[in-house]
């Protein structure tokens, strides 16, 4: 067989050949032969695993040149003008707002750096479902937003591509596609019988040749349009998909796939043949017959059901039902099997059923590029809709799914003309209306609302996955976005079978998710299903709401409107129908989900306010007004009765929901439809009926009577108030909110910023997220809209953040303007829109500051009135609702309850009654035809006001009124004989009782009851109504509401007389709060200024309304003169009643009790403040050396500690000794100090590097390594200090404690189980007093104070003796503490110390543990100490005093412990450096020969090691003589290898020259203190035989172009001695508690060198101070230096450049920084988002960086974890001594590691407001705010990270 032969040759050349054959014009034997060859190359009985095959694809298609060339030669042909980048999830994109003409636009990184986008609104993303790139593509983005690269039209200059270059591609490809879709076919199972594993493992094996495809498509234009051209190629398809006849294999295989195909319907094939009989039908479980969706046959008159009704309700529910769909679905093929005429069905078939694996949908993307493939594709797609969704709900894994169908949907539905296209031919939009359908029935329940046996509607179950899973999202997205092109919005609207489906779509969320009240006890399991709920409304019903009404802007689109509406209300009908609703809704259930009733408020709103519609043409007739308004109101009132706590026992879940129905994101799809509807409810039904509505819905009626007393059958007494409250609250927002009643957009997006800045001063994302997004757009797209950011700048300021160090890190912010709160600020849009009660308070707390600040008002001021937009002309029927008796009687009762002090009365209820006092006065009506037309009946209203006129109503007098009341109410009177009436009646001061002439009264007197007259006004309506609806019995509910359980007394009826109007009231009330008898005299009306009225508390609000009511009408202004002239007699009557008497005893008892309290204050203040200076002891500076003295002292003065924990004060004791709270930590600081006082930059390029190797602590482990190479070790461990990286640092809080007080306390905190941000097991704990953080407990010393003063006082002995008794002190032997409590604490403490930090840190010596390795450990501690708090005073001690520094520290203490645990080792004499620093030593010639090496030379050692080991090492206390005398001698030394050091910088002929001058000052008086005889002896001494001159004589010459003079010598001597200084200084400070003096920076070493009695106090100028004038030497000076050169001379082994290294040791460092950051954080997030990680080689999913040293590193990357420690937590170790500070570079913040705990610290970068982005989820430009990043690097190196942020969590090495 020939292919057999062809198999066996090599690839290329058979390639070749086989190209050649083809390219004849006869090329049949070439086409046989490659057939032949493919047959048995593709073969897919083979395993796909197998590479051969495409190694074979792959030479064949290059035609036998090499693969990687035919790429490139094909991509040179590209031709296409579209970038078309494929992403995948969590890919960093970009969207530009500005450019985008479809809101899914988004750019690669590439093309938008590349393209134009400064001062543009755009943000960086991290994409959640993948998507492409669309730079070039004009259908989705504006031209000039596209990058360089496809803003040329690329195309249009590429030569054509030579036929033969693809032609070998075109005869393979086919065979190949065809081979992918067999081994497809063969691994499907279905998912019942498979795993999920089993798919995936199909998919892994196949990895290799998807990829192949993969790269194809990326070889651009050329390549993608052969791919096309065999993808779409039906002839190909029909030829090759069935195999051939004889091939068994190809038949099974095609069998495989028909059976799969079998089931790619909605409806599966066995359920078709039950069918056949209706119409297509659907397969839908659950639902009962109100689903039936009533074609184009209108819907039947309510008492003629329609006949597909009567047959399905029979039914029960649980069977599997069908639905009859619309009779215009037109096209069975959405309900039918699929059928594929071409490979990219086909591959298309396979994706889907193989739940979209990723590198095929990545695929099928890369090709769109190509138009003509993307026309085919997106057909495809539509054809196979149904089929997606179906999988899709089968899906184990429906988020990844739901994902990649938007990953691709997004890019074929967003283009308008494609979308366009499909929609005309493949009827896109029946197919995803019905496919919703579908979706939604498998998930239908029996509605439970209104009458829960007979109820026929069906709601979608929100428990099931589909619904909680959010797995209808791809579905409901493509559909919203197909709406937003206008071409196909404006098709589904004209498609009216269409709109029905769609109605009935909506109406299976109408009443889901019921709530029913809990009366008895609490529900047992809280539901969460809310989420799901409100989820599914905003998005499958509000969100394409939206969508449509965006089309619906002008008057061209009326009859799309007039066409919802029909819709909305006839789907109302069937509603109301189907639930069986007729007048009452169903008492204690509630649905918070309405979705048709706001869609038709939203159209109604649209019609009226965009298209010019007259409003009463499209609201059908009252008494379907009524049936609509009964259920927004039910939710307004359970929403009052929710926040009364009357759901309490339904759980939290019930305020949840309360919650999200006004949340920013729901409120404009949910209660601002519910609250307009009900206003045009309210604006078109009789008001006194509307009125009464609210106030039983809201179940205060019974509370409305005039009698102080009353049952209320349906409320506690303490629901009442907040029950009244809530209806009053809410009839003000109703008759005052203008949003869909004629305010402009500009007008409405003003209101909302307001009333969310006045809550609280807002973040600019927080705004931009409160703000409600429709129906104001804010992204300012809007033509001739005001934008965002002009309305914010209008109406706010903007707080740039403020920084202190230990401050919480604060976001810019907007504040409202002083202007916006004068004249804007509305309570009801603030109560309307807040989510939590709290929210009101605050506004009304800042209003009162407000008001305060500007001297406005300073009491407790009242919400303000706020004068509103006129309403548009459409609903002038609302104002009606201020003007009616019902509401007159309301507030007349509850102003005469509050003025009486009834019971539940409150400032917020008559705040509210004013506030519609004024709504009526400043809304009037202008005709008043009301009054005339005739009565129906007798109204029993009628005798309370003779109108419905606010103004006039307001001075009609009421004088007598029937009231029902309990019989043991104070009204009803015994038999008091009517002469005493008056007095005895116990009850208020004006309802006297009648007795009697009371027959006459009786007739006159007011019956009032709202329910009586809601009926009354209801029967009548319905009379009215034309429909002859059988009017249901209703049975008599409200009689037994009234019989009230238990036995309560029986109600009877009384009359009161009353005698007041409105305006009396109001005026009397004014008296009450004014508490003053004449407080309106009769003339004040005419000297009031109005403009004062504005704002203030019930007082001003009363007579504002007085005010306006008298300048609106002469006879009010006349009353209000009458009442105000009557009211004020000179001794009023009611002056001796009883209560009166009671007020001014209660005025009297306030103000005793007030005395009363602040003389406890008081008291309570001086207590603290006694205690506070006890407390605060242990920090003032001078206590702090407060425990020095040995015991061997007479016990003078004792330091007193007080214990924070038992309270008790006393001395430290041997016994019982008290310690310092302190924490220790392991620092690094010192050690990533540099020479240069710039930070290092952070490298943002592959150039820039950070090296680590002039670092402070790299330098002394340098050293230290050189010296052990040449020097004995124990001699090594004692020149130099360790401790710069992983040092021990101690702080306190300065509090004490008794250490048994403490272990109890540990003890304590073991057992409490309540889990802290801190280990106890480690020892950690926060201070009882502080709750500082802390660790660890210091001891504190027994002794005295420092007043000690003999002790110190200088004896004025001669130097050398004081050299002689140091060295003596030096050789007492150490003693051996007695065993005593106070020794074991030190020796734990110890033990502390040592485990703060790692073992590395520790063992320097050649063998570890040893005592010389412990005693360097001990003496770096206290460097560390010192040196950190020298870094913490700014580097030097120019400041003087005790700084904040000092307050922490416990140095003291510290040197205490340290150095009776030092005493333990005493030092050889014969090796003792002090003999070698004061003595001229003889060497001995017989030590040479030993083998061990010898000692390290003086001038090698570092000077300041050496004064803390003498001073640790000797007894204590120390005299400060002898202290004075050791620095003296070290001072000789660190004089001398300044000297050293600065001759080596010289060149030689300068050191010649120096050398020769100073040797004449050798023999003057005090060359011993002449720099210049020093130096010349220095340079001879080390000139000798082996030089280290000799080393870099050469660079010196070059370096040194600056020539020495004495005054740079002396500044480089002084620069070289300081740091030594400033340590002696410090630690004589602690010592012995001299004080530090301040000075200027020129004059730090005089002063410092004074402090340590160097210098006699200094008599001339300080800056003219020689260094060499401090010296002390104790013999000959010459022959001193001479033994210390000799030392270095003497060396053999050792090199001159090591030496040099070695002799030159400067000892000046800058501060500790951190890196320097760009200001652009973008800068960062480019070069490191994408950067591989070193270790790992892979790019890590959380990048982070040490700020600290540059390193990247992998955050939580399981790659680099080592012993089970991640990265961050490993380098932190490493690099910081366990403290480690990271910038999360996916997340612009920073986190901390301290320790075994990690906390976020915040972001350094903010952005253009002022606040930070965390997880970059705005995206926006993110800019470093140089405050921040100074206050972190001074948390670092201040290490008070532990203290200030509080949110520590541990990390357990997962970071």
């Given amino acids: 067989m020939m292919a057999a032969s062809l198999l066996r040759r090599d690839k290329k050349a058979t390639a070749a050949h086989l190209k050649a054959d083809l390219n004849r014009t006869d090329n049949s034997s070439g086409v046989r032969q490659l057939q032949e060859l493919l047959d048995a190359v593709l073969n897919p009985e083979k395993p796909a695993a197998d590479a051969e095959a495409l190694d074979w694809c792959k030479c064949l298609i290059a035609g036998g040149e090499g693969f990687e060339e035919f790429c490139k030669t094909v991509r040179s042909y590209d031709n296409a003008t579209l970038c078309g980048l494929v992403w995948t999830a969590n890919f960093v994109a970009y969207r530009c707002r500005t450019c985008g003409i479809s809101p899914c636009m988004s750019l690669c990184a590439e093309c938008f750096n590349n393209g134009d986008h400064t001062g543009h609104d755009f943000n ?83 990895e290799p040749q998807i990829s192949f495809l993969e790269e194809l498509t990326k070889m651009g234009g050329a390549m993608r349009t052969v791919l096309t051209k065999i993808l779409t190629n039906q002839q190909a398809f029909k030829e090759l998909s069935m195999g051939q006849e004889e091939n068994l294999y190809a038949k099974k295989n095609y069998d495989k796939y028909l059976s799969a195909l079998k089931n790619s319907g909605l409806v599966s094939v066995e359920e078709k043949g039950q069918s056949a009989a209706t119409d297509v039908g659907v397969g839908a ?145 029946d197919i995803m209306v019905t496919v919703l359908l579908y979706m939604m029935e498998s998930c239908l329940i029996k509605s439970e609302l209104q009458d829960e046996e007979n109820n026929r509607h069906v709601v979608v179950n929100c428990s099931e996955a589909l619904l909680k899973n959010n797995t209808y999202w791809p579905l409901v997205s493509d559909f919203i976005n197909i709406l937003s092109h206008q071409s196909v919005a404006k098709k589904f609207l004209e498609d009216h079978s269409l709109l029905m489906l769609w109605m009935s779509f909506v109406s299976f969320f109408q009443g889901m998710n019921l709530n029913k009240r809990e009366l008895n006890e609490h529900v047992e399991f809280e539901s969460q299903t809310y989420y799901a709920a409100f989820a599914a409304e905003l998005e499958a019903c509000a969100q394409p709401m939206w969508g449509l009404l965006t089309h619906c802007k002008v008057k061209e689109t009326q009859e799309y409107t007039k066409t919802v509406v029909r819709y909305c209300l006839e789907t109302l009908q069937i509603w109301f129908d189907a639930i069986g609703f007729i007048d009452e809704p169903a008492p204690n259930q509630v649905t918070f989900h309405l979705p048709l009733h706001r869609y038709y408020a939203m159209f109604l709103s649209k019609a009226v306010k965009c298209q010019g519609l007259d409003l009463d043409s499209l609201l059908p007739d009252q008494e379907m007004l009524m049936k609509i308004m009964v259920h927004p109101l039910q939710i307004q009132a359970c929403l009052s009765e929710i926040h009364s706590n009357m759901w309490v026992r339904n759980g939290l879940q019930i305020k949840g929901q309360a919650m999200t129905y006004v949340q920013s994101h729901f409120c404009n799809s949910m209660i601002d439809p519910d609250i307009y509807l009900l206003q045009v409810c309210a604006s078109r039904l009789d008001p006194d009926y509307f009125i009464s509505s609210v106030f039983e819905r809201f179940k205060v009626v019974d509370l409305l009577t005039m009698a102080s007393q009353h049952q209320n059958a349906v409320l506690d007494s303490e629901q009442e108030r907040p029950m009244l409250e809530g209806a009053l609250t809410f009839l003000v927002i109703l008759t005052s909110l203008r949003i869909h009643l004629g305010m402009t957009d500009d007008e409405i997006l003003r209101a909302e910023m307001v009333s969310q800045l006045c809550m609280n001063d807002r973040t600019h994302s927080a705004l931009l997220d409160l703000i409600p997004e429709n ?111 019902t509401l007159h009687i309301v507030i007349f009762t509850l102003l005469y309850k509050i003025w009486m002090d009834h019971q539940n009365m409150s400032e917020h209820v008559l705040c509210m009654v004013l506030y519609l006092i004024e709504l009526g006065l400043d809304n009037q009506i202008q005709d008043n035809k009301e009054d005339e037309e005739p009565c129906i009946e007798e109204h029993c209203h009628d005798s309370w006001f003779p109108g419905t006129n606010l103004l006039s109503n307001l001075h009609h007098v009421i004088n007598f009124v029937r009231v029902r009341v309990p019989e043991t109410a104070p009204e009803v009177k015994r038999e008091a004989p009517p002469s005493t009436s008056t007095e005895a009646s116990s009850y208020g001061q004006n309802s006297r009782r009648l007795s009697g002439n009371w027959r006459e009264n009786l007739r006159e007197a007011q019956v009032f009851s709202l329910v009586a007259e809601r009926r009354r006004k209801f029967q009548e309506i319905i009379n009215r109504s034309t429909t002859e609806a059988t009017q249901a019995v209703r049975p008599k509910s409200s009689s037994t509401r009234w019989v009230p359980p238990g036995t309560p007394p029986q109600l009877v009826t009384e009359i009161l007389e009353i005698r007041e109007s409105m305006l009396s009231l109001l005026i009397k009330l004014h008296q009450k709060m004014s508490s003053k008898q004449n407080s309106l005299s009769a003339s004040w009306l005419e000297d009031i200024e109005s403009n004062r009225l504005a704002h203030g508390d019930g007082i001003t609000a009363i007579e504002r309304i007085l005010t306006k009511a008298a300048t609106r009408s002469c006879q009010i202004k006349r009353s209000i003169q009458d009442i105000c002239g009557k009211v004020c007699p000179p001794v009023p009557p009611k002056k001796n009643s009883p209560t009166d008497k009671k007020a001014m005893d209660k005025e009297e ?9 602040q003389k406890l204050l008081a008291e309570f203040a001086s207590r603290q403040k006694s205690f506070m200076e006890t407390a605060m002891d242990v920090e003032s500076p001078d206590t702090e050396a407060a425990m020095d003295l040995g015991a061997s002292e007479v016990m003078e003065s004792e330091i007193l500690y007080d214990c924070v924990i038992c309270g008790q004060s006393g001395p430290s004791t041997e016994d019982r000794p008290t310690g310092l709270v302190v924490l220790l930590q392991a620092s690094s600081v010192l050690g990533h100090r540099c020479k240069s006082t710039e930070p290092k930059n952070l490298p943002t390029s592959d150039e820039e590097h950070v090296y680590p190797v002039d670092t402070c602590g790299a330098a002394n482990d340098v050293r230290l390594t050189l010296m052990q ?19 021990v640092y101690v702080q306190t809080c300065g509090h004490t404690l008794h250490i048994d007080c403490h272990k109890s306390y540990m003890e304590s905190l073991r057992n409490d189980q309540v889990l802290q941000g801190f280990s106890v097991d480690k020892g950690e704990f926060t201070c009882p007093l502080c709750r500082q953080f802390a660790n660890s407990v210091l001891p504190c010393r027994p002794g005295r104070g420092t007043e000690a003063g003999t002790w ?192 080596t910088k010289f060149s030689s002929e300068e050191r010649q020259a120096w050398s020769t001058s100073g040797a004449l000052k050798k023999n003057a008086a005090n060359s011993d203190k002449s720099f210049e005889a020093l130096l010349s002896h220095v340079i001879s001494e080390l000139s000798k035989d082996k030089s280290v001159y000799k080393v870099n004589s050469e660079e010196a010459t070059m370096l040194s172009s600056s020539v020495w003079s004495p005054q740079s010598i002396e500044f480089s001597l002084q620069q070289f001695c300081l740091p030594f200084l400033r340590l002696s200084c410090l630690l004589q400070h602690h010592l012995y508690g001299d004080n530090l003096t301040g000075c200027l920076e020129e004059e730090e070493f005089a002063s410092l060198a004074v402090c340590l009695g160097l210098l006699p106090s200094a008599p001339q100028p300080a800056n003219t101070v020689q260094s060499a004038s401090c010296l002390e030497w104790p013999v000959n000076t010459f022959d001193l230096v001479t033994q210390w050169g000799a030392e270095v001379k003497g060396l053999s082994q050792i090199h001159a450049d090591e030496s040099l290294t070695l002799l030159v040791h400067d000892p000046q460092w800058a501060a500790p920084r951190l890196l320097q950051l760009p200001d652009n954080y973008n800068i960062i997030f480019q070069y490191y988002h994408r950067k591989a990680c070193s270790a790992c080689k892979k790019v890590p999913k959380d990048p982070a960086l040490c700020l600290v040293c540059g390193a990247f590193v ?62 970059l989820r705005r995206g926006k430009p993110l800019y470093l705010c140089e405050e921040r990043y100074r206050v972190l690097e001074q948390q670092w190196v201040s290490h008070t990270f532990d203290h200030i942020n509080k949110r520590w969590g541990p990390h357990y090495n997962g970071l």
């Fill in 1352 to 1543: 110190h006082t200088p004896t004025n002995k001669k130097t050398s003796v004081l050299v002689k008794e140091v060295e003596e002190l030096q050789e007492k032997p150490g003693l051996f503490p007695t065993e005593s409590n106070l020794s074991k604490e030190m020796e734990l403490v110890i033990k502390d110390i040592k485990n703060t930090t790692q073992k590395k840190y520790m063992d320097y010596g050649r063998n570890p543990g040893s005592p010389d390795n412990d005693f360097l450990f001990m003496y770096s501690v206290a460097r560390t100490n010192l040196e950190l708090e020298l870094v913490h005073r700014g580097g030097n001690l120019c400041s003087g005093g005790a700084s904040a520094a000092a307050k922490r520290s416990c140095l003291n203490q510290l040197f205490h412990v340290l150095a009776m645990h030092m005493r333990l080792y005493s030092i050889d004499s014969a090796y003792n450096p002090w003999t070698k620093l004061t003595q001229i030593v003889q060497i001995k010639e017989a030590d040479s020969f030993d083998e061990e090496r010898p000692e390290v030379p003086m001038l090698f050692r570092d000077v300041p090691s050496l004064l803390i080991i003498f001073v640790l090492t000797m007894p204590q206390p120390l005299r400060k003589e002898h202290f004075t005398c050791v620095v003296k001698m070290l001072y000789n030394l660190q004089f001398t290898q300044a000297l050293a050091a600065l001759s």
């Fill in 1754 to 1815: 992998c955050l939580k990357g399981v790659c680099c974890k080592q012993q089970g420690i991640c990265e961050c937590v490993l380098h932190s170790q490493h690099c910081g001594a366990a403290t480690g500070i990271f910038l999360l570079i996916n997340a612009s913040v920073i986190i901390i590691i301290r320790g075994h705990r990690f906390c976020l610290w915040g972001s350094v970068y903010l952005d253009a407001h002022g606040e930070e982005d965390r997880d």
């Fill in 1269 to 1287: 190479r040449f020097f004995k070790d124990s001699s090594c461990l004692q020149s130099v200090s360790i401790g710069w990286d992983g040092g």
């Fill in 1149 to 1157: 008892r306030r103000q005793r009790a007030r005395e009363r309290q």
């Fill in 124 to 206: 960086m993303f991290r994409s959640q479902a993948g998507g492409a790139c669309d730079c070039g593509d004009s259908n989705v983005m504006r031209e000039s937003g596209f990058c360089r690269r496809h803003r040329l039209r690329t195309g249009e200059n590429i030569p054509l591509i030579p036929r033969d270059l693809l032609l070998m591609s075109e005869m393979v490809l086919p065979r190949f596609i065809l081979c992918i879709i067999q081994y497809l076919r063969d691994g499907y199972v279905e998912p019942d019988t498979s795993t999920e594993r089993d798919l995936q493992k199909v998919l892994q094996q196949l």
């Fill in 285 to 429: 479980e659950g639902g009962a017959g109100a689903m039936v969706l009533l074609g184009n046959s209108g819907p039947g008159s309510p008492d003629e059901p329609s006949k597909e009704e009567d047959q399905d309700g029979g039914q029960s529910v649980g069977q599997r039902k069908r639905v009859k769909l619309s009779s215009s679905t037109k096209d069975p093929c959405i309900i039918e099997s699929l059928k594929h005429k071409c490979f990219l069905e086909e591959l298309l078939f396979w994706t889907i059923k193989y739940e979209f694996p990723q590198k095929m949908v990545t695929f099928l993307l890369n090709m769109l590029p190509d138009q003509d493939y993307k026309i085919t594709f997106t057909k495809t797609f539509v054809q196979h809709y149904a089929f997606i969704m179906k999988t899709l709900m089968k899906s184990h894994e429906s988020d990844t799914m739901s994902n990649r169908i938007v990953h691709i949907s997004v890019q074929l539905f967003s283009n308008e003309e494609l979308a366009r296209h499909v929609t005309e031919e493949c009827q896109l939009l």
């Fill in 775 to 885: 129906p104001n757009p804010k992204s300012g797209i809007v033509p001739g809209s005001c934008s965002f950011e002009d309305m914010l700048s209008a109406v706010a300021d903007f707080k740039a953040p403020v920084f202190e160090p230990g401050g919480s890190m604060q976001q810019g912010m907007y504040t409202p303007k002083a202007e916006v709160w004068e004249k804007e600020f509305d309570p009801i849009m603030v109560v309307l829109r807040t989510v939590y009660r709290r929210d009101v308070q605050s506004a009304m707390d800042r209003y009162a500051a407000f008001l305060k600040q500007f001297g406005i008002h300073t009491g407790n001021p009242w919400p303000p009135y706020k004068e509103r937009t006129p309403l548009h002309p459409c609903y002038k029927g609302l104002i009606r609702l201020l003007h009616c008796k």
